[in-house]
């Protein structure tokens, strides 16, 4: 029986080069699409709480958040801690319930409950079916108005606090905030982010009810409802439950300004045996309110504020020195500040600030590129319909508007403003905001691996873990 010898098929040089380059391609981005925004009510009670609705009706559920404006700044120099740990057991009970109490309530509903303090806020949040709306906002007011502070919850909270600090203080990237803090602000409450273990066992059970009953008051109020319901019906529930409140405004604190510093300089915080260094370095900035905003956000991402940026691209993906390079904007109510961080080894610490600054350079020399620009554009809008399509999401940046007092078409337009920057806006960004001269390094190390490369970058000032400068 005679058979066929059948040749293999081979693949010719420009048939392997067209599919290599097809799997190289990448689509290009669609058009943006629409977002259908929120129908939204704003209104204040007599009594000056302000309240924001938001009817988002694609899950049968409420999320709420009242705000207080006051928060840890305002007590940072006589009691530090005090307006964090006070948000922390103000959830804890009230006059009419016990801590069980609440947490059955919370069950019965299928609810959640959380509240926390920053610098410049306090906020109680709670979430659940809407159908169980009233309930919420009565546990809500209950909250904010005749909240008890239980002894017992108070050392406990106060207990868990202390330890959670002593961790912190042996994790280098709490020590680097902590320092860089201290040196941008000096004598302004921002400097201070965290109380220490001392400071927090000193807090008397009496001084949260002080702080609670002159911060928490209606006229110093932000209530943001985000949810499926009807924004009047909801404002006659909010009304029912909050309109007979009655309290003082909080008396406005006057703060120092932060230092002008001149020339860069190192600040080496000395951690024994440390095989890594954490690098911090930046300078004083702007807040969401400034012109340049928009083109400081974008320049921003551009350098190192996402995964694909220049500095990620330099020290990450070509040099190896740290997994996670990031850059990053923070604004405060008063001030705003830009940094720069990543953890290294310690025999690449001056390695690293050298591509840092050099990056830094090059964005404060030379336009980017069109693509570098366009990508930017996709990735800012993108995160940022991503960020408003859940209710938390909405929540939040409701929050950034009424808090920072944005302008009522903040949301609306933020695309279109990042769609109209140039690279001329980015340059100008940089050259204004990213401070290479004057930037303020903070290194948390071993000394003896990291001082003789600290030294190449300013005069260096030696700190202990505990705060103490070391002569």
Avoid at 28 to 33: C, V
């Amino acid at each position: 029986m005679s058979g066929t010898t059948t040749k293999p098929m081979t693949a010719t040089t420009d048939s392997i080069a067209a599919a290599q380059a097809s799997a190289k391609a990448v689509p290009a981005l669609g058009p943006e699409r629409p977002v259908a925004w929120p129908t939204r009510a704003v209104r204040t009670l007599p009594n000056g709480m302000q309240v924001v609705l938001a009817e988002l009706r694609t899950f049968p559920k409420i999320s709420a958040q009242l705000f207080f404006r006051s928060g840890n700044a305002i007590v940072a120099h006589r009691a530090p801690g005090l307006a964090e740990l006070t948000a922390t057991v103000v959830r804890t009970g009230t006059a009419s319930r016990s801590s069980r109490r609440i947490e059955e309530d919370l069950r019965r509903m299928g609810a959640d409950l959380g509240s926390h303090a920053g610098a410049d806020s306090s906020a109680i949040s709670i979430s659940g079916l809407a159908e169980f709306s009233e309930g919420l906002f009565d546990l809500l007011g209950d909250l904010a108005r005749n909240a008890s502070f239980p002894t017992e919850e108070f050392e406990r909270e106060r207990g868990r606090k202390i330890e959670g600090l002593r961790i912190e203080r042996a994790t280098p990237g709490f020590l680097a905030s902590e320092r860089f803090r201290r040196v941008l602000f000096g004598e302004h409450p921002y400097a201070i982010v965290s109380p220490t273990e001392e400071q927090v066992a000193a807090i008397e059970h009496p001084q949260l009810e002080e702080f609670y009953h002159h911060n928490y008051s209606p006229a110093n109020a932000l209530l943001i409802v985000v949810g499926d319901f009807s924004a009047d019906a909801m404002f006659a529930q909010i009304e029912k439950v909050f309109g007979s409140w009655t309290a003082p405004q909080p008396r406005p604190i006057i703060s120092p300004a932060p230092p002008h510093n001149v020339g860069r300089k190192v600040h080496l915080v000395h951690l024994p045996g440390s095989v890594q260094t954490q690098v911090l370095l930046g300078n004083m900035a702007i807040t969401r309110r400034d012109p340049d905003w928009f083109r400081l956000v974008l320049a921003n991402s551009i350098y190192g504020g996402a995964f694909h940026s220049r500095l990620v691209i330099n020290i990450r993906e070509q040099k190896g020195y740290t997994y996670s390079p990031r850059s990053g904007l923070q604004s405060l109510r008063q001030h705003g500040y830009f940094s720069v961080h990543a953890a290294v080894r310690n025999e690449v610490a001056a390695a690293t600030l050298s591509e840092i600054f050099y990056e830094m350079d090059r964005m404060r020399s030379l336009p980017v590129t069109h693509e570098e620009l366009e990508s930017a554009r996709s990735y800012l809008t993108g995160v940022f319909s991503l960020g408003v399509a859940t209710q938390d999401g909405l929540l939040g940046q409701l929050s950034t508007i009424y808090l920072d007092h944005l302008p009522e078409d903040h949301l609306e337009t933020y695309r279109q403003k990042v769609h109209a920057l140039t690279a001329d806006d980015i340059l100008l960004a940089a050259r204004r905001h990213f401070d290479s001269a004057n930037a303020q390094i903070v290194l948390v190390g071993d000394r003896a691996q990291i001082a003789d490369q600290a030294a190449l970058f300013g005069e260096v000032t030696e700190y202990d873990a505990r705060g103490n400068r070391q002569i």
